[in-house]
């Protein structure tokens, strides 16, 4: 199992995602300018948007509520189960993985892994670029807010799963292959 490439390639993936537990994915930045100045600061990742700065004054919760009600169901804790979507991509990494001595099984898992990544990478993406545009469509004509998207490493760590699946597809396809050369020379 562990000779195979491929095997490698498909533990590096999941390490990738196993690691998005760990790190967020982008954090949004809100800043007030106007008469109260206020900055808000939040992190989107495994547990969904996690506020990193402390509300000091009724101005700093005021903008906390306004900007992230939007994206958010409880702007106070703002949980969203995320982390089940990383363990669903880790578990169909983790079968690929566990699934070598079936090459064909294994080919399937690992191109439905690569389509779940391409599809989640894709989503929080647009999410990524969209969402300013989203948040200051529901905030009121008035408010003077400045809001900023930055990617984090999680960002980068999901898509760098994705290389890593394609050479284990390439991988498991070579080998498969091999066989069937093998089989036709019997």
Do not use: W
């Given at each position: 199992m562990i000779?195979?490439?491929q095997?490698?390639?498909?533990?590096l993936?999941?390490l990738?995602?196993?690691?998005?537990?760990?790190?967020?994915l982008?954090s949004?930045?809100?800043?007030?300018?106007?008469?109260?100045?206020?900055?808000?600061?939040?992190?989107?990742?495994?547990?969904?948007?996690?506020?990193?700065?402390?509300?000091?004054?009724?101005?700093?919760?005021l903008?906390?509520?306004?900007?992230?009600?939007?994206?958010?169901?409880?702007?106070?804790?703002?949980?969203?189960p995320?982390?089940?979507?990383?363990i669903?991509?880790?578990?169909?990494?983790?079968?690929?993985?566990?699934?070598?001595?079936?090459?064909?099984?294994q080919?399937?898992?690992a191109?439905?892994?690569?389509?779940?990544?391409?599809?989640?990478?894709?989503?929080l993406?647009?999410?990524?670029?969209?969402g300013?545009?989203?948040?200051?469509?529901?905030?009121?004509?008035t408010?003077?807010?400045t809001i900023t998207?930055?990617?984090e490493?999680?960002?980068?760590?999901?898509?760098?799963?994705?290389?890593?699946?394609?050479?284990?597809i390439?991988?498991?396809?070579?080998?498969?292959?091999?066989?069937?050369?093998?089989d036709?020379?019997?």
């Amino acid at each position: 199992m562990i000779q195979r490439i491929q095997t490698i390639y498909l533990v590096l993936a999941f390490l990738c995602v196993a690691l998005l537990l760990q790190f967020p994915l982008f954090s949004v930045t809100a800043v007030s300018e106007g008469e109260y100045a206020a900055e808000v600061s939040a992190d989107f990742g495994a547990h969904g948007l996690i506020f990193t700065s402390q509300v000091n004054s009724a101005q700093d919760s005021l903008i906390q509520y306004t900007v992230f009600s939007s994206v958010a169901d409880n702007p106070k804790t703002a949980e969203f189960p995320v982390y089940l979507l990383y363990i669903t991509l880790a578990l169909f990494t983790a079968a690929a993985i566990l699934l070598y001595k079936k090459r064909k099984r294994q080919l399937l898992f690992a191109r439905l892994s690569l389509v779940l990544h391409i599809l989640v990478v894709v989503a929080l993406y647009a999410f990524y670029h969209f969402g300013t545009a989203a948040i200051k469509k529901t905030l009121p004509e008035t408010a003077e807010l400045t809001i900023t998207f930055g990617l984090e490493i999680g960002f980068y760590l999901m898509l760098a799963s994705i290389p890593f699946l394609i050479l284990a597809i390439r991988g498991i396809k070579s080998d498969e292959n091999l066989v069937k050369s093998l089989d036709r020379l019997r």
